[in-house]
T-cell receptor, first 111, second 115 residues
Framework: GNSVTQMEGPVTLSEEAFLTINCTYT??????LFWYVQYPGEGLQLLLK?????DKGSNKGFEATYRKETTSFHLEKGSVQVSDSAVYFC??????????FGQGTELSVKP | GAVVSQHPSRVICKSGTSVKIECRSL??????MFWYRQFPKQSLMLMAT?????????EQGVEKDKFLINHASLTLSTLTVTSAHPEDSSFYIC???????????FGDGTRLSIL
């Protein structure tokens, strides 16, 4: 079946450090891929998405590229801020629009 | 755009009480709404998928008589936790989508605490 695997957290970085959160997936067909962010006590916000191979999603300085050959969708940001501290979820969408989430990666950015 | 409102944000009630949670799409018509449950420091677990005007489809292991879902209009779905017990305490999150090709937009969640 379809599944998503993320790197385990927590990830702790200093402000302005480079961020990578790894995400790999297993899926039949050609799913859409997403990164969602969850701030404490809140629901999820869509951060970025990619719908086909080699697409790059980007938003607020975050980027992720849909790599079909490595079944990956790693999240990157060149310079993190304290305000980026949150839990990040990688997800794929199956043919019926259902989202399958990874386990989430907690990011903590220190000043 | 694409705002989903979930209400209430927090509920504390006694064991045996039934609790209703509302999920509204404020600026779009939600053909499909999803209900998730999230335990502390864990991922979201899909409970059920509801399409407007039809019965909800529950995921394996989710008791449909315990978690009643109604999707009576294109902008409103409700989840009722019937005869809630302490083990039902959790963070419940809804999401809504215009169609299967559109991303899901999430509400801010409801923290349910059963005493």
């Amino acid at each position: 079946g379809n599944s998503v695997t993320q790197m385990e957290g927590p990830v702790t970085l200093s402000e302005e450090a480079f961020l990578t959160i790894n995400c790999t997936y297993t899926a039949t067909g050609y799913p859409s891929l997403f990164w969602y962010v969850q701030y404490p006590g809140e629901g999820l916000q869509l951060l970025l998405k990619a719908t086909k191979a080699d697409d790059k999603g980007s938003n607020k300085g975050f980027e992720a590229t849909y790599r079909k050959e490595t079944t990956s969708f790693h999240l990157e940001k060149g310079s993190v801020q304290v305000s980026d501290s949150a839990v990040y979820f990688c997800a794929l969408s199956d043919n019926w629009g259902k989202l399958i989430f990874g386990q989430g990666t907690e990011l903590s950015v220190k000043p | 755009g694409a705002v989903v409102s979930q209400h209430p944000s927090r509920v504390i009630c006694k064991s045996g009480t039934s609790v209703k949670i509302e999920c509204r799409s404020l600026d779009f018509q939600a053909t499909t709404m999803f209900w998730y449950r999230q335990f502390p420091k864990q991922s979201l677990m899909l409970m059920a998928t509801s399409n407007e005007g039809s019965k909800a489809t529950y995921e394996q292991g989710v008791e449909k008589d315990k978690f009643l879902i109604n999707h009576a209009s294109l902008t409103l779905s409700t989840l009722t936790v019937t005869s809630a017990h302490p083990e039902d305490s959790s963070f419940y999150i809804c999401s809504a989508s215009g169609d299967s090709n559109q991303p899901q937009h999430f509400g801010d969640g409801t923290r349910l605490s059963i005493l």
